[in-house]
């Protein structure tokens, strides 16, 4: 029971143009949502993160936009680079009293085209 | 400022025989929390340390064990290995208060676990 999914599996974007990564999950009650960036042979590294009494988060060229009605959340790299070239995971947060649980996606790997 | 850094890089074992890994954490952080990656999947959350108490824990078995130390530093122990425990396995450490853990976390390069 795949509680985050990231249904593309990969993702192609011209330089310069926009990139979209999304995300969807099923438990209403996660309370804070990050997206990570991964290279190869390198660990995930923190992008941004979002709360969800908030619909959009911005920082630099990065903006997450959240919609708990549809449980989605979306990823916006405007304008996109060649080294945004990376597997992205969307994670989700489910804060306990003494029991946290983080549940990461399978990633999407974007490609930004020269 | 050191980053997250864990050891070994790289470890080959036989099923039914027990592995520790190990993780040092980003200066002053308090929290660890251990990931498993298989191949082309996400991390899977196994369980976080907190000023050395288990803060929570994800759907792995109890051979699936782990330690903080004073210093946060932490390891990961797995007894009775099996084939599929076969993966890459991330430590991530980040701060932790009185308003909770932040999940902005800084991952180490992981540790490849082969299990034949």
């Known amino acids: 029971d795949q509680q985050v999914k990231q249904n593309s599996p990969s993702l192609s974007v011209q330089e310069g143009r926009i990139s979209i990564l999304n995300c969807d999950y099923t438990?209403?009650?996660?309370?804070?949502f990050l997206w990570y960036k991964k290279y190869p042979a390198e660990g995930p590294t923190f992008l941004i993160s979002?709360?969800?009494?908030?619909d959009k988060n911005e920082d630099g060229r990065f903006t997450v936009f959240l919609n708990k009605s549809a449980k989605h959340l979306s990823l916006h790299i405007v304008p996109s680079q060649p080294g945004d070239s990376a597997v992205y995971f969307c994670?989700?947060?489910?804060?306990?009293?003494?029991?946290?649980?983080?549940?990461f996606g399978k990633g999407t790997r974007l490609h930004i085209l020269p | 400022e050191t980053g997250v850094t864990q050891s070994p890089t790289h470890l080959i074992k036989t099923r039914g025989q027990q592995v520790t890994l190990r993780c040092s954490s980003q200066?002053?952080?308090?929290?660890v929390s251990w990931y498993q990656q298989a191949l082309g999947q996400g991390p899977q959350f196994i369980f976080q340390?907190?000023?050395?108490?288990?803060?929570g824990r994800g759907n792995f078995p109890p051979r699936f064990s782990g330690l903080q130390f004073p210093n946060y530093s932490s390891e990961l122990n797995v007894n009775a290995l099996e084939l599929d425990d076969s993966a890459l396995y991330l430590c991530?450490?980040?701060?932790?208060?009185?308003?909770?853990?932040?999940?902005?976390?800084?991952f180490g390069p992981g540790t490849r676990l082969t299990v034949t």
């Open positions: 340390y907190y000023r050395e108490e288990e803060n």
């Open positions: 991530a450490s980040s701060l932790g208060g009185l308003a909770g853990i932040s999940y902005e976390q800084y």
């Open positions: 979002i709360s969800s009494i908030k």
């Open positions: 438990n209403s009650m996660f309370d804070y």
């Open positions: 200066s002053g952080h308090n929290t």
């Open positions: 994670a989700a947060v489910l804060r306990g009293n003494r029991d946290d649980k983080i549940i």
